[in-house]
Each structure stands twice: as structure tokens, then as C-alpha cells.
């Protein structure tokens, strides 16, 4: 009985995808989490009435109440609320960070893999350039030439995010490219942009989102990183990075001001890992 159990939830599991129900269940998790912060970031006077930058300073250090479930700041402003605010911003400095990433690095990805001994040579040298840089590193100097600016941090986290791009599309390119469809398109004359566009593309396109979810809770947390060390928003702008670094100032009178902001940045990551993780089991299935 004991074997017909396990080889029913065996075919049960496989039936689902091939994914256990406690899979399903994080992954379920993992969407909810991305959702409501996408609606944090699209409608954020439907969770608060508070305004995230003018505060009450009579409320100031406020511990967290039902009028203030995180509690306020050190100038009494609403912690909740300048959370929500500050989605906006972390989400699409993160969004635009993997745009940059994805496509320098998708360019030059199929520039190595379709192009010439001496192109591809001269591309993965500057791939390996690139990597040989630690990416806050290099992501700190350039925010340090651009200026200080949520913008700039995005810029700067996506190019540091190329290598890692342009290095996994020339593999999938050089992959695609033996295959015996893309062949016979050579063969009977189709143009390289023809081969890229409705060959190559389609079948490296799963690989490459779940590289960019992957990327997307990456370029999160390393934005926060540069907030968090001066690099990003300015004050009194919220950010989620920002808002750790002033908590952490009052981590033993009111550490309730670090623990939300640090609570929700490594949720957000972990969510979009997660579901990152089953994009890419779902592209190699």
C-alpha cells in the first residue's frame, strides 16, 4: 500500500507539472508577493492616506499602532507609507536596470554568436573585462561620474548586469545556431536578421526572461545597496534602500523603522527568485 501511495503522488506531482504541491504553494506565494507590491507601485493611495514626506512631529519615533501599523520615523512620518511610496521608485529603477542589462547584453550576445572569429574574440573580451570587476564596484563609480540619482543607479546596475546577459545569449546563440531549422533557413537563403528575428529569438526568449526575473530581484537588491550607502534618491525621496539606512540609526530606540523596509526588500527578492526558478524549470522542461 505504502508503494502504491508514493507511486500515486509521484504520477499526482507529475500530473501538476512535474512541480509537489509544496512547490505550488511557494510559488503561489512568491506571485502574491510580486503583486502587491506591482499594485503598491501603481496605486499606492489605496493602502495609506499618509503623506510619505510631510509627518507629524509630535508622532515622531511613534511605536507601531493600528493608526500606524509600522509605526513613524524620526519626523513622525508614516513608516507604512513611505514604504508604499517608495515601491515606485525601487520597482522601476529594478525594471530599468534589467532593460539596460538585457538589451547591451542581448546585442552583444548575438553579436559573439553570429558574427566573426575577430568579433567574437573582441566581444568576450570585454565580457570578461566586465566580470572582472566586482559589479557594486563598478556600479558605485559609474553613479559617482553620473551623479546621484534613482536613475543613475538603475543605468549603473544594468550595465553592470551585461556580462552576465551577453555571455548566456551567446551560448543559447551558438546553441540554436547547429540546430537543422536554422540550417535550412540559411541554406535557402533567408537574411541574418530573418534567422535572428523569427529563429534564434523564439527559442532563446524563455532562458532569457527567467535570467531577467532572476536579474529583476538582483537589480532590487543592489539599487537598495546604493541607497542604502548615499548612491541613490536623494532624501527626502522614499526608497526602500534609503529607508534601511535612516532605520538603522535607530535600530535600538525604534527598530521597528529597519525591520519593515529590510523585511519587504528581501521578500520581494526572494519572490522574484522564486518565480524566476520555476520560468527557467518550466523553459528546460
Same mark, same amino acid.
Given at each position: 500500500m505504502t508503494t502504491? $501511495?508514493?507511486?500515486? $503522488? /509521484?504520477?499526482?506531482?507529475?500530473?501538476?507539472? /512535474? /512541480?509537489?504541491?509544496?512547490?505550488?504553494i511557494a510559488l503561489g506565494v512568491a506571485a502574491a508577493v510580486l503583486l502587491i507590491v506591482v499594485l503598491w507601485a501603481a496605486f499606492p493611495q489605496w493602502f495609506t492616506g499618509y503623506d510619505p514626506v510631510v509627518g507629524v512631529p509630535a508622532e515622531k519615533l511613534a511605536a507601531p499602532t493600528p493608526a500606524h501599523p509600522l509605526g513613524t520615523d524620526y519626523l513622525g512620518r508614516d513608516l507604512l507609507a513611505r514604504m508604499v511610496y517608495g515601491t515606485r521608485t525601487s520597482l522601476l529603477s529594478a525594471l530599468l536596470a534589467v532593460v539596460v542589462g538585457l538589451g547591451l547584453g542581448?546585442?552583444?550576445?548575438?553579436?559573439?554568436? !553570429?558574427?566573426?572569429?575577430?568579433?567574437?574574440?573582441?566581444?568576450? /573580451?570585454?565580457?570578461?573585462?566586465?566580470? $572582472?570587476?566586482?559589479?557594486?564596484?563598478?556600479?558605485m563609480l559609474l553613479v559617482a561620474v553620473l551623479g546621484f540619482s534613482a536613475e543613475n543607479a538603475a543605468f549603473a546596475i544594468g550595465l553592470s548586469s551585461v556580462a552576465g546577459f551577453a555571455r548566456l545569449t551567446r551560448a543559447e546563440v551558438l546553441r540554436v545556431r547547429q540546430r537543422r531549422f536554422v540550417e535550412a533557413a540559411r541554406l535557402s537563403g533567408a537574411r541574418a536578421w530573418s534567422i535572428v528575428?523569427?529563429?534564434?529569438?523564439?527559442?532563446?526568449?524563455?532562458?532569457?526572461? $527567467?535570467?531577467?526575473?532572476?536579474? !529583476?530581484?538582483g537589480a532590487i537588491l543592489g539599487i537598495s545597496t546604493l541607497s542604502f550607502l548615499?548612491?541613490?534618491?536623494?532624501?527626502?525621496?522614499?526608497?526602500?534602500?534609503g529607508l534601511v539606512a535612516e532605520g538603522i540609526n535607530y535600530f535600538y530606540s525604534?527598530?521597528?523603522?529597519?525591520?519593515?523596509?529590510?523585511?519587504?526588500?528581501v521578500g520581494v527578492v526572494l519572490a522574484a527568485n522564486r518565480v524566476a526558478t520555476a520560468a527557467r524549470s518550466r523553459g528546460n522542461a
Open positions: 502504491l $501511495a508514493a507511486t500515486a $503522488a /509521484r504520477s499526482a506531482a507529475k500530473a501538476l507539472g /512535474r /512541480r509537489p504541491v509544496g512547490g505550488w542581448l546585442a552583444l550576445g548575438l553579436a559573439a554568436g !553570429f558574427g566573426a572569429r575577430l568579433v567574437d574574440g573582441t566581444v568576450m /573580451r570585454l565580457v570578461d573585462l566586465l566580470l $572582472a570587476v566586482p559589479e557594486l564596484l563598478l556600479a528575428v523569427r529563429h534564434t529569438l523564439p527559442n532563446i526568449g524563455s532562458t532569457l526572461l $527567467a535570467l531577467a526575473l532572476l536579474r !529583476f530581484g548615499g548612491f541613490g534618491a536623494p532624501p527626502p525621496a522614499p526608497e526602500w534602500g525604534a527598530p521597528w523603522l529597519l525591520y519593515g523596509p529590510a523585511a519587504i526588500i
